[in-house]
């Protein structure tokens, strides 16, 4: 009997210790995949959320393995409480936030099209709004068919307004989705705020560049407390005056003395430059400023070099790729040669 129990116990051990082997192999492809851009976002997403199952699997085998220390050992101690955190903050994702608390009820109040950007706003209906401040963002969660997947975006409108403004820009298949539907009147699930970008800081002058649809988190700060501060100065790159977000309110606010708005038109020959903030501040012009910037890459890396020559001790840029790896994302692309796929088979069907 001893003998059989021993053997069950051992049966059972090697075939955790197996399954463990396998959770930590499929630990590894998971972080391949979700590094990997190629991958469409719904599948790089899933990653995400699935990653914990073959983390465990991995504590496991951990603690089954044969290593030179043992688990009582002060190594064991240091690595299990780094697996012990891990497990908790999955749980707490998981289930915490996504499950028991997964955010704050709003419903569109107004959806429009301004060329290629979909401007929502939000109004709060369980008695609860968020709590947010200029620069920072939030997760999206639409209830309808086909636009629940989660989405985070800048907040574009300011805080104490009771409302939540966002723009959206066509660039990929779930943004495509949205100007085709109904959105009025449907409920939207937020959570946050997140980010730590500041587009002001006391007591220092502020200079803004934006390009496209990063100007949202400044037409969150327009209106935000800068009594002790000149008036920022936004520089604005946008492909044309069409096309650009938020530009009939930056005018307005221009006209109101809260800011002086310089507009850069390439459909209209007035590219921004490196020598644009030179010709407004001149050599040294932004020693003791605030710069905070926002838009494509290039153009933050292009300027914010610009601004270090002429005294700016320091850029402050926002990263709205929230998705990093390596590769482009195509997951547009994708989508599209499935559907032209799926339209050639019913075709010839």
């Not at 988190?217 to 800068?226: E, H, T």
């Not at 407004?280 to 003791?288: A, K």
């Not at 270090?308 to 790896?325: C, K, P």
Request: aromatic letters at 10%.
């Amino acid at each position: 009997i001893e003998g059989g129990i021993l053997g069950a116990s051992k049966g059972i051990a090697d075939a955790a210790t197996s399954l463990a082997g396998q959770g930590e192999t499929l630990l590894y492809l998971l972080i391949f995949f979700s590094l990997v851009r190629l991958v469409p976002y719904r599948i790089w997403r899933l990653t995400h959320k699935v990653i914990g199952i073959p983390f465990m699997f991995a504590c496991w085998h951990f603690f089954t393995a044969e290593k030179p220390y043992a688990n009582g050992s002060s190594w064991g101690w240091w690595f299990g409480a780094f697996m012990v955190a891990g497990i908790a903050a999955y749980l707490y994702r998981v289930i915490g936030r996504d499950v028991a608390r997964p955010g704050i009820n709003y419903r569109v109040a107004n959806a429009e099209l301004q060329g290629t950007v979909t401007a929502l706003d939000l109004e709060p209906t369980g008695g609860r709004s968020l709590d947010f401040r200029p620069g920072q963002w939030a997760v999206i969660k639409v209830q309808l068919s086909g636009l629940r997947e989660p989405h985070a975006f800048s907040i574009a409108s300011a805080p104490g307004s009771g409302r939540l403004r966002f723009l959206i820009r066509d660039l990929g298949d779930w943004t495509r989705r949205l100007p085709d539907a109904d959105l009025v009147g449907a409920d939207v699930i937020v959570e946050g705020p997140y980010g730590r970008f500041k587009p002001r800081h006391s007591g220092k002058p502020a200079v803004w560049v934006a390009g496209g649809v990063g100007i949202t988190p400044f037409l969150s700060a327009i209106d935000a407390d800068g009594d002790d501060e000149p008036p920022p100065h936004l520089f604005y790159a946008v492909h044309s005056e069409h096309d650009a977000p938020g530009l009939d309110e930056l005018r307005q606010a221009e006209r109101d003395g809260k800011l002086h708005l310089y507009l850069h038109s390439s459909a209209a020959g007035h590219r921004m430059t490196p020598e644009t903030l030179a010709a407004v501040f001149g050599p040294n012009g932004l020693v003791g400023h605030h710069v905070a910037m926002c838009g494509p890459a290039g153009l933050v890396r292009t300027m914010a070099a610009a601004a270090r020559t002429l005294g700016a001790e320091g850029v402050e840029d926002e990263d709205f790729d929230i998705r990093q790896g390596f590769g482009p994302e195509i997951s547009r692309e994708l989508e599209d040669a499935v559907t032209a796929a799926v339209k050639d088979v019913r075709k010839d069907s």
